[in-house]
T-cell receptor, first 121, second 111 residues
Framework: GAGVSQTPSNKVTEKGKYVELRCDPISGHTALYWYRQSLGQGPEFLIYFQGTGAADDSGLPNDRFFAVRPEGSVSTLKIQRTERGDSAVYLC???????????????????FGEGSRLTVL | EDQVTQSPEALRLQEGESSSLNCSYTVSGLRGLFWYRQDPGKGPEFLFTLYSAGEEKEKERLKATLTKKESFLHITAPKPEDSATYLCAVQAQQAGTALIFGKGTTLSVSS
């Protein structure tokens, strides 16, 4: 597609339930990121994939959060035993990394999706 | 601790009234500073990257500048369509690829 696609756009769930959020990045983008944005705050880094592997998961708040990208394209963010504090907009972003390119010229220029708004009741 | 502070939190301008948004940062080695625009209900949209003090970038009515401690986003003769939240983010040398965002400045331009 033309941009980063995220589904669902809205998800309402009950405390304790399991949730999956999907991200389809721009075709050909090898780098994929998940961020979380609470109301009135800037996005907060969760995890970064380069290809199929999680290159940096230091932002995941606890072991209830997990993300996969099995074929190096679509990614799924999984949240177990949801809590009310997990309510936020979950943003996915992708960027293009080419071999031989200077790292700093590409890693901050992210293309974001419109986000998945998660509400935990 | 790496940190980004944006001011003001909100700014109201009349169409054509130029102003500046501030982004102050503390980071252990700056790899890059980034400005994004975010419209309500949308994801952030990339505007500029700045790498070193003294650098400037321009795009239409926007100009971003960088010093060793802060960045400014100057808006010249704004129009109502410039209304949005402007986010500043830094990438630290020791933080891998993660961006650290400020809370943003919400700009409203009235005609």
């Amino acid at each position: 597609g033309a941009g980063v696609s995220q589904t669902p756009s809205n998800k309402v769930t009950e405390k304790g339930k399991y949730v999956e959020l999907r991200c389809d990045p721009i075709s050909g983008h090898t780098a994929l990121y998940w961020y979380r944005q609470s109301l009135g705050q800037g996005p907060e880094f969760l995890i970064y994939f380069q290809g199929t592997g999680a290159a940096d998961d230091s932002g995941l708040p606890n072991d209830r959060f997990f993300a996969v990208r099995p074929e190096g394209s679509v990614s799924t963010l999984k949240i177990q035993r949801t809590e009310r504090g997990d309510s936020a907009v979950y943003l996915c972003a992708s960027s293009l990394r080419r071999g031989g390119q200077r790292l700093k010229s590409l890693t901050g220029e992210l293309f974001f999706g419109e986000g998945s708004r998660l509400t935990v009741l | 601790e790496d940190q980004v502070t944006q001011s003001p939190e909100a700014l109201r301008l009349q169409e054509g009234e130029s102003s500046s948004l501030n982004c102050s940062y503390t980071v252990s080695g700056l790899r890059g500073l980034f400005w994004y625009r975010q419209d309500p209900g949308k994801g952030p949209e990339f505007l500029f990257t700045l790498y070193s003090a003294g650098e400037e970038k321009e795009k239409e009515r926007l100009k971003a500048t960088l010093t060793k401690k802060e960045s400014f986003l100057h808006i010249t003769a704004p129009k109502p369509e410039d209304s949005a939240t402007y986010l500043c983010a830094v990438q630290a040398q020791q933080a891998g690829t993660a961006l650290i965002f400020g809370k943003g400045t919400t700009l409203s331009v009235s005609s």
